[in-house]
């Protein structure tokens, strides 16, 4: 059909309905050029394709935050290329949502190696819980690599919010968590053959550029959202870097090279659950707004599939598995850090030390606590089994009573009967 109208239009000329506007070849010029400078423009932001592809089957992935945003696009598309999953998730196994989840997961993937075991992030006796499960195994289990896509955000303008264990949750949760459970996984990590190729890739933000220096804490009177956030996010990326050199420092039974590589990624800003929460301010009218400019987020921010892009290309460029850990992926090519004291040891020592602390501090501390509710819920027990108790003799004793006067009028009317 579109050939015969060409040649009608050739012939004859546009036809009556054809727009008045259409027919002036300077604006059809205009919005032609118009469209392909937004598609251009729209491309960009969208950020770069990564092109990496590597046999995953038998690979074994640990992912936190796998279920939203960004990290469930890379747990689905490692699944999708036969890796064996494991999500760590704030829910139980058991949960009804999040077994649909897996299971509508391993329909789309074609791919029944995902799994889900429960870390809650905010805890550090529920990470310590999981660890040690973990590395509790004889031969050491297989590990291939681990991505730490889980992160929280307190939007702008709310108050500062704590953890039960009375951490910071930012801080808690986009960094502590991360350096209390690569700590307990270390073992794991520097036991796995040599032939496999281990990475630990940490998504991070370009926040971090204007973060406050580590040297000193975030005080409550200049704490706000977006410092904390920053500081979170530099924390993990010096974390990193000692990491790496934890690791490279370790000397293998076999004398070969450590073969675990920690890389980071940006992967930019996405339309995520995060960024739509920071963006709508954590308010229903900051949602109406969000909702009412969507096209503007659409237009300037990535969709999660583009989003996941550099941290797929972390996963599976075989270049990346090579050399020196502690690279930066941005756009799916390795950039330069935006600040110094990424790699400054002496910040990244006194660093490690103030987490080791905290960590061994805030868990004695619960652990006092659990011990006092488990004492609370013995006695609690105890008293419900000598309620029970004198419920049961305090039963046998009414029993007993209503028996003798029971006989009592039973020999009554005998009485009775014998005298007439």
């Known amino acids: 059909m579109p050939i015969p109208f060409f040649f009608a239009v050739l012939e004859n000329g546009l036809p009556e309905w054809w727009p008045e506007w259409a027919r002036d070849p300077w604006t059809v010029f205009q919005v032609a050029a118009t469209a392909g400078f937004l598609y251009v423009l729209k491309r960009y932001f969208s950020g770069a394709l990564s092109l990496a592809e590597r046999n995953m089957h038998g690979r074994v992935v640990m992912i936190t935050g796998g279920t939203s945003g960004i990290g469930a696009i890379v747990a689905e598309q490692l699944a999708a290329r036969g890796a064996q999953v494991i999500l760590l998730t704030h829910l139980p196994p058991s949960n009804p949502f999040l077994a649909d989840y897996i299971g509508e997961l391993r329909a789309r993937t074609n791919n029944q190696m995902i799994y889900a075991e429960q870390v809650d992030l905010a805890s550090l006796h529920s990470v310590r819980q999981f660890a040690t499960k973990w590395i509790d195994n004889a031969p050491p289990r297989r590990l291939d690599m681990i991505i730490l896509c889980a992160a929280t955000l ?114 930019g800003f996405s339309r995520t659950p995060g960024m739509r929460r920071w963006l709508t301010r954590g308010s229903l009218w900051g949602l109406f707004v969000y909702l009412a400019t969507y096209l503007v987020s659409w237009f300037f921010l990535k969709s999660p599939l583009m989003g996941a892009q550099s941290i797929l290309c972390a996963a599976m460029d075989p270049d990346l598995g090579k050399g020196q850990g502690g690279k930066l992926i941005k756009e799916c090519i390795e950039v330069d850090f935006a600040r110094l004291d990424v790699k400054d040891e002496v910040v990244a020592k006194k660093l490690w030390e103030a987490s080791d602390k905290l960590i061994e501090k805030t868990e004695k501390e619960q652990a006092a606590v659990r011990v006092l509710e488990k004492k609370r819920q013995d006695e609690k027990e105890k008293e419900k089994k000598e309620s029970e108790k004198a419920e049961e003799i305090e039963s046998l004793v009414n029993s007993i009573k209503k028996g003798k006067e029971a006989e009592k009028k039973t020999s009554r009317r005998k009485g009775k009967k014998s005298a007439q």
């Open 154 to 267: 307190t939007p702008p303008g709310k108050r500062r919010i704590e953890t039960e264990e009375g951490i910071e949750e930012m801080w808690m949760v986009n960094y502590l968590a991360n350096f209390h459970l690569l700590g307990i996984l270390s073992p794991a990590l520097r036991a796995q053959p040599f032939d496999r190729d281990v990475r630990i890739i940490m998504p991070t933000c370009s926040s971090y550029i204007k973060s406050p220096s580590l040297d000193n804490a975030l005080i409550k009177k200049e704490w706000s959202p977006g410092k904390a956030y920053a500081r979170s996010k530099l924390a993990l990326m010096v974390f990193g870097q000692a990491f790496q050199k934890h690791l490279d420092a370790y000397e293998r039974p076999d004398k070969l090279p450590m073969n675990s590589r920690v890389i980071f990624v940006d992967p």
